[in-house]
């Protein structure tokens, strides 16, 4: 079987848990000795046999992103000529993959990693874009032949916002992690080397700077950590000029009343954030949108307790009382994730975090669970197989 997975990211380019999904699901899909696994992703040409990049089309440099990206598409969609099955992932190859199933008649798989109505404030950043981002996915969802949902709460969203879609099309796959790269691994010097005291409690934080991920409430609720416990910033990308500002205002606040706030601010490799997680006390996941959080399983697998918001697939992964703690959220019916009770919900992540670092050995016993829970329920090999299921069901 020739399977074609369409990316925007695929490394060395992954900036977010859509890339890291795909960089794992294709090297697991390669080592079934009867599928030709053959990736197709943007920016430069890759040296990886079997992996081929498409630039920008140099006619749409000065176009706006998302017309640039449909323009990466056109070529990526031809060059599908004779696959069995074509699976995209993220908007951004979407259409990529809708124009190959219809131009060569190869059943198109969609992966749900995320949701264009359930991310609004997408129109910050792409401008008009976002319609056409918002085009591209409904399009492409409502024609698939199925659509894979990383977490139960996924399916939920994507049978909500697009509810033409046949509900017997969508298959949960959870997302996985590679449980021997991702595991405790203490480098006090490399920790030392990144601002951050290892023999000191932290708080543990790794995303990109966009409102799903929650942080200037995280930041607000940093506020009540006791005056010891470091903040560990690891958070870049910014998605406007205007979320930055806010970010900065907010830590610039938080270093004028307390020591041990640590912002690294570019993408460190995955060996440095491995030590940060086997430093730190708790990991926090402020999320206001959250499909399932490969971040969070990443902090499991290092034996990290998780503080997480109750939302989206959060709760299939990170389990209240056992492997971290999770705080309730109620939120705005908008599609925007926005807390109903903006305070409430600070001061309801300010406790948990402060309860979940003033008992450290408790936080190490929920760590060890959660690295167990990844090992036992999200391995690559077990999400690889299930995508497999889901492509043979449709030949």
């Known amino acids: 079987m020739r399977i074609d997975v369409l990316s925007r990211e695929y490394p060395p380019d992954v900036y977010g848990g859509a890339g890291v999904h795909v960089a794992e699901l294709v090297r697991a899909l390669r080592s079934d000795p009867g599928l030709d696994v053959r990736v197709r992703c943007f920016g430069p040409e890759r040296a990886e046999v079997g992996t081929t990049g498409y630039p920008d089309p140099v006619e749409l440099a000065g176009a706006n992103a998302a017309l640039r990206s449909m323009g990466v598409d056109l070529p990526m969609a031809q060059d599908c ?12 190859a979407n259409f990529g993959g809708h124009l190959a199933s219809l131009l060569h008649g190869a059943p198109h798989v969609v992966t749900a990693h995320s949701l264009e109505p359930l991310r609004p404030w997408k129109a910050e950043q792409l401008g008009g874009g976002y319609a056409l981002s918002s085009w591209v996915e409904k399009t492409a969802y409502e024609a698939a032949a199925a659509v894979i949902a990383v977490s139960a709460g996924m399916r939920r969203d994507v049978l909500r916002s697009y509810p033409d879609v046949d509900p017997a099309r969508v298959h949960v796959v959870h997302n996985g992690i590679d449980t021997v790269d991702w595991s405790r691994r203490p480098r006090p010097d490399a920790v030392r080397a990144l601002g951050v005291d290892p023999d000191q409690p932290s708080v543990v934080f790794v995303g990109r700077i966009t409102r799903q991920k929650g942080l200037p409430y995280f930041l607000r609720a940093a506020a009540q950590l006791p005056p010891d416990v470091q ?8 998605d406007t000029a205007e979320i930055m500002a806010e970010v900065e205002a907010l830590v610039d606040g938080l270093r004028t009343t307390r020591q041990g706030v640590v912002w690294i601010d570019r993408m460190l490799d995955r060996e440095d954030v491995v030590a940060l997680l086997s430093s730190g006390t708790v990991f926090a996941c402020p999320s206001v949108y959250e499909p399932l959080g490969i971040v969070n399983l990443e902090a499991m697998a290092c034996e990290l307790p998780v503080v997480a918001t109750a939302t989206g697939g959060i709760p299939e992964v990170v389990q209240d009382g056992e492997t971290g703690w999770l705080v309730p959220i109620e939120q705005v019916d908008d599609g925007s994730g926005t807390p109903v009770d ?5 001061a309801d992540l300010a406790a948990a975090l402060v309860d979940a670092v003033s008992d450290p050995a408790r936080a190490r016993v929920r760590g060890v669970a959660g690295r167990v829970r990844a090992e036992q329920e999200f391995g690559w090999a077990t999400v690889a197989a299930r995508t497999l299921e889901v492509y043979r069901s449709l030949r």
């Open 231 to 238: 903040l560990v910033l690891c958070a870049g990308a910014p």
């Open 81 to 92: 000529d004779g696959a069995d099955v074509v699976h995209s992932h993220t908007w951004y």
């Open 342 to 346: 903006p305070e409430g919900f600070v």
